[in-house]
């Protein structure tokens, strides 16, 4: 009897063999660290101006913020009380929730409570909302699906269930081991229809000419992409815009193959500093970056924080037993 | 089996997920004009449309305000404030020059007011205009940069403040929600 699968059923094998494999820990920890970073510089930079954009008292009234808002069921923590002391301790709770999301403190559920904690503010005030809140948030769903604190964590008391410490990959029988990877595809696929659609969008003769970084509200005098900067060398107009396009267009197709990867992964560097730096738009750029780490082959960056482990003091970057 | 059947059902919700979040970002469909059924706009969250950044950010539309004080003098100035630092606060705030600048009268109410009670003194008359940067002239593709000391700003009245009936008017034809 030929013990061969059959044809479909090797297609199955492999579309399963796509989507659970084993989890890319230290992919998922810096991927962690990298958003918790951004997640505590939004909250921090909300605190300038926390009362005026979201207190009661603020410079637009509930009802027509409430009017903005295009969701059915506006959830905000923010408005279970009105007083300004509340305000102030949903504010530090976010805070200290990123705070533990960023060391690895049950990144599952401070992962998810820091989204609702943005939900809130989102909701709260919808005239403030940023694509970077979208970003920090799409980045905050996935990877609260994850073990993403399983290693480079500074959780005292270890959850039950299989160890990991930094260098040594888990058993890929356990549950635990297929599952942890599931998210990680479902976010490169969202990264690359997320360029794919953006690249399109850039399919315009406004933005292929280059006439939309004359865009007064762009091309503001005194920033590094000012008009006369733009005057004094023409050629980088199309340079600029036509390559940001093409970089979008083929992201989605060409970043899958093994051999184009790291090509494609240093243009996304260099294409999201050269945004970041030019227009101002750094927190964006660096989030869409450590997206972009879920691209980065999980064996490369095991190795690297491997190399990095005995650099670190503190006693959860040294693994257990190593010598 | 079990396991085999859980991970393609899982796959399944994976793919409707990123469905949903990319065509119909915040619930709605913009190209095709269709939304998606309230229950199922929630999960798509906050849309992200653009992968560089750019969306929202530029600060061609605004609001400025023009102030009659009761000593006579006239003073002027934009919402937002342009010194503002760092950058992404900057940047929370032009989206709100943004939002603030559509036609909405209880939005434009609520700011004045809150303008209002921030001044040093209540004014005579506070006038609310819509600013909007135009370069180039016209709808053609620009190849030269604004003139010296930036684009012409093009101004439409929304209404203004009457301080002695302490009551926000709106200007005529601006659209009611």
Redesign the interface.
Known sequence: MNGRPRRWQRW?MQ??GF??AEPPLSQLALMRIGTGLVLL??LL?HT??LEI?FSS?????Q???R??D????PFSFFDWFEATAWLWAVHIGAMLTGVAFLFGVYPTATGALSMLFL?SY?HRN??????????V??GL?YLSLTPCGRVLSALPVRPKGPVFPLGLEPEPDTLAATWGS?PV??LQ??LC???L???L?RMS??WL?G?VL????????GTPID??T??ARPYLVPLVTQG?ALF?LFYAVLIWFSRLRYAMLGLAVL??LT??IL???????LM?LVLNLSFVPPLHLAALTERMAPLLTAPWALPRGRT | MARTVSRLLLTAVALLHLGLVEFFPGGRNSLFNVEAPAELAYPTLIPVRDALGFYGVDGDRFLMYRVYSEDGAIYQGTFPAWDISPHLRRHRWVMAGRVASRADPRLHAALVGYVVARLPAPPLRLELFAAHKVWPPGNGAATAPPPEGGAPVALTPLGYYDGVQRKWISAPGEKNR
């Open positions: 199955g579309w399963l989507w659970f510089y939004v930079v300038f101006d954009h008292q603020g410079w637009a009234g009802a027509s913020l009017a903005l295009p969701m059915a069921w939900l989102g919808p005239a403030v909302l940023l694509e970077l809140d979208g970003l948030l799409l769903f599931f595809r479902v696929l969202h229809v997320l360029y659609l953006s690249g969008g003769p406004l000419s006439a004359w865009n007064p509200g762009m091309a503001e005098p008009p006369e733009l005057n940001l979008e294409a999201h945004v970041g227009w101002d738009l750094m927190p964006f750029s869409m």
